[in-house]
């Protein structure tokens, strides 16, 4: 008999690496990761960041990594702003993704973008492993690892936080002094809280958030005003639609990144997408945060009322019915994932006719519709008329309808009355 083929594929084997490609930041943090990478294996480290419309100057990062050794052609610093929104943000709400009922997976959703790049770039320098920054205790480190794993089966990950003999960050910052890494002053002491930003949300946890009774600090908030110091003036848009996507916003055509970038402006101003949530990681602990998705949540109303009109009931609420599961996928970096890619083709085929425009009105923290409308439409005026509907439906059926209905119910009852 022909011998079976080796389809489980083996771990990575442990070995010193050669070459390590990091996600970096040029924060310190990444910046200790990178020395301690140089140091703890003597390898050749190849640093990429990505610009995710956090908001921050990536200039600084090249110049970090330049101070600390790294060659120009090992530097990767690319804009993935557009990919990010439209192969990962877009495709995420034409599912209308909540985890939980209220989280809109702005840090779930990018970080399978990121760790196809580092997979891309250590194939393209041949590195033999990649690296990230997060810690041991949060779902980052699943995503990351899934995902690159899923994407390259033998590639090595290595995560420092779970690896390292460091056991405080006094030790860290020693470390950083030793090796020469500029410390800022504010580094020097411990951060209030936690941030991670992207084009698509804000999220802050840790220190001041950790007890979740205490109401956060209103310095917490980066990407929106407080709701109560918004206008006493309503703001109206239009967003058009185009197979569940957006594609104009008052009329004028947008790329996917400048249609979240203006839609931000418009939530920022407006005090719209802050949520303060407790939810359950992956890795088993619940977690308190502060997140700001301020334009997704305009986006997400949007959406929902134009396939409220385009979308047949079956349709829309199969949806509804997979779309926890859907979040719980990309929520636990399963994203590279053959389930989330088949609710994805169910997704995608449903939004065929999601076509048309949307009016809001956006009102200090609020997001209200103010109308729809779609060449598509399933509404029907002379269906839903109070008036004469001219024979469009008969009220005489109902009444078989509902005794068909009822009779499991009857029956029922009947039995109970015995």
């Known amino acids: 008999m022909p011998e079976t083929p080796e389809i489980v594929p083996s771990l990575p084997s442990r070995p010193t690496p050669k070459k390590v490609v990091l996600a970096y ?14 140091t703890e294996f003597g390898c050749e480290v190849v640093t990429f960041t990505a610009d995710l419309g956090q908001g921050e100057e990536l200039g600084p990062a090249r110049e970090k990594a330049k101070l600390l050794g790294i060659k120009d052609e090992n530097i990767y ?16 709400f034409r599912a209308n993704a909540l985890y939980e009922g209220t989280y809109l997976l702005g840090t779930s959703i990018a970080r399978p973008l990121i760790t196809k790049r580092l997979i891309e770039i250590a194939k393209e320098t041949g590195a033999d ?44 910052l020693e470390f950083a002094e030793q090796h020469q890494i500029p410390i800022s002053k504010d580094k020097r ?21 950790e007890d979740p009774w205490e109401s956060a600090p209103e310095y917490v908030y980066q990407r929106t005003i407080s709701p109560m110091d918004a206008p006493d003036t309503p703001t109206e848009i239009t967003i058009g639609f185009e197979a569940g996507d957006p594609v104009s916003l008052n009329g004028e055509k947008l790329s996917a990144a400048d249609m979240l970038t203006a839609l931000n402006k418009y939530g920022h101003d407006n005090g719209i997408g802050r949520i303060d949530i407790v939810e359950n990681r992956f890795v088993g602990m619940k977690s308190r945060g502060v997140y700001e998705t301020p334009g997704g949540t305009i986006l997400i109303a949007a959406h929902r009322a134009i396939e409220s009109i385009t979308l047949d009931r079956g349709a829309a609420h199969l949806k509804d019915d997979l779309m926890p599961k859907y979040a719980e996928l990309i929520y636990n970096g399963f994203w590279f994932s053959p389930d989330r890619e088949m609710i994805q083709a169910l997704v995608d085929k449903s939004q065929e006719k999601v076509t048309g425009e949307v009016r809001l009105t956006l009102y200090k923290g609020n997001v209200m519709i103010a109308g729809r409308q779609s060449p598509y439409s399933l509404y029907s005026d002379q269906l839903v008329t109070f008036e004469d509907d001219r024979g ?9 309808f509902i005794r068909l209905n009822a009779l499991r119910l009857r029956t029922l009852a009947a039995r109970d009355k015995q």
């Not at 804009?79 to 995420?92: A, C, G, N, T």
């Not at 411990?190 to 220190?207: R, T, Y």
Request: hydrophobic share 40%.
């Open 25 to 38: 930041s040029g924060g310190l943090d990444t910046s200790i990761i990178l020395k301690w990478l140089q």
């Open 77 to 92: 610093i690319d804009d993935l702003r557009e990919e990010f929104v439209r192969d990962f943000v877009f495709p995420m």
């Open 129 to 172: 492993a990649i690296a990230h920054g997060a810690t041991g205790k949060g779902n980052d480190q699943v995503r990351f690892e899934l995902s690159a794993y899923a994407l390259n089966p033998n590639i090595r990950v290595i995560a420092p936080w779970r690896e390292w003999s460091f056991k405080s960050r006094e030790h860290l």
């Open 189 to 209: 002491g411990e951060a209030p809280f936690s941030v991670d930003a992207n084009l698509l949300h804000s999220s802050s946890e840790g220190k001041v958030l």
């Open 392 to 400: 469009a439906y008969d009220q005489k059926d109902a009444e078989g």
